[in-house]
C-alpha cells in the first residue's frame, strides 16, 4: 500500500520482512546477502537488537562520476518492466 501511494515503507515494516526472511531455513543453512540494507542506523540497530549479525561485508567503493554515469543511464522497458543501462 505504501508504494502503491508512492511513499517510502515504514522501518518497521522493512525490518520485520527482513528479520522474517532471514529466519527461514534457506537462509540460515546457506546463509544470506542484503543489497542496499540497512540504509539508516534505525535498521541497523533493529537488526543488532534482533540478533541479527553479518560475518562478513563488502564495500564497493565507487567515484561519484561512474555513480551518476550508472544513474542517469538507466532505463526501465516499459513492456518488460526489465531495467537495463544504455
Known amino acids: 500500500d505504501f508504494m502503491d501511494a508512492g511513499k517510502l515503507v515504514p522501518d518497521e515494516v522493512i525490518i520485520g520482512i527482513v ?3 532471514l529466519q527461514e531455513s534457506d537462509c540460515v ?3 544470506w546477502l542484503l543489497d542496499g ?3 539508516t542506523p534505525g535498521q541497523a540497530e533493529a ?3 534482533a540478533g541479527v549479525s553479518a ?3 563488502i564495500f564497493l567503493d ?3 562520476d561512474i555513480l ?3 544513474v542517469v543511464g538507466r532505463r526501465t522497458d516499459p513492456e518488460t ?3 537495463y543501462h544504455m
Request: aromatic share 8%; net charge positive; with cysteine.
Open 19 to 21: 528479520k522474517d526472511r
Open 29 to 31: 543453512k546457506s546463509g
Open 37 to 39: 540494507f540497512p540504509r
Open 47 to 49: 537488526l543488532v537488537e
Open 55 to 57: 560475518d562478513c561485508f
Open 62 to 64: 565507487v567515484s561519484d
Open 68 to 70: 551518476v554515469d550508472r
Open 81 to 83: 518492466g526489465k531495467i
